[in-house]
């Protein structure tokens, strides 16, 4: 037996119920979430408050419980210029991938959180930790990608209870990233976010709002026993 295994009995405890005003709060912060590009304040989040968004992600499920996210917290504005530089390099590539009245939204868009944010936060996942067999993962060795998500979402959920807006920044090659903050070749780069108070968000996601694409209906996405046979989707 590892010797980190206790030999004491796991006595379960009663489940907690929520109350209805309970559940409406989380759905309420889930249905105000926001991917947040420009519209940060540039006063510090508060400390104690960082800490509990922090103390949130981190208690996110993870396969195996490896618990394989690291939090890179960037003030620094020499390090976060480079990344600005990186992402305008691959920001430049995208723009040229789209065409018409598309590429000239993608042009309008407002991508300038790394710099106009208080604090970036680059998340990643240690693909090494918990050894080389790890529960749940072996035969699916990307579910401590996907469990470092699952922190990135509790992370950002968190955030919005606080009033702390989030963007999500993609537009990179990992590897700019990897060498400007010198992340090891087997940290897996998952997440590069902005984080700081808003004062105002859009009332629906600002690429719906823009007509960049439409919201799926639920329905069109809920299917049962199986994937659907061929043919036309609703919604």
Known sequence: MPPDMSTEPVVPQPARRFDEGERQVLYDIINARRDVRNA?????????ALRRILAAAHAAPSVGFMQPW???????????????????????????????????????????????????????????????????????TDMDLYST?????????????????IGWVSIFRPDDLRGLLGIPDHVEIVAYLCAGYVDELYAKPELEARGWRKRLALESVIHHDGWPAPGPKPG
Not at 40 to 46: A, K, L, T, V
Not at 149 to 165: D, I, K, S, T, Y
Request: aromatic share 6%.
């Open 40 to 48: 940060f304040r540039p006063d510090p989040i508060d400390p104690a």
């Open 70 to 140: 690291d939090f890179l917290l960037i003030r620094d504005p020499d390090l976060r210029a480079g990344v600005h530089a990186a992402f305008l390099r691959a920001n430049a590539e995208a723009e040229e991938m789209f065409e018409g009245d598309r590429k000239a939204l993608y042009r309008s868009l407002k991508l300038e959180g790394i710099l106009t944010s208080p604090l970036n936060i680059c998340v990643t996942c240690d693909r090494t930790r918990g050894g080389k067999v790890v529960l749940g993962r072996t035969h699916n």
């Open 149 to 165: 998500v699952c922190a990135v979402q509790n992370l950002w959920l968190a955030a919005r209870a606080e009033g702390v807006g």
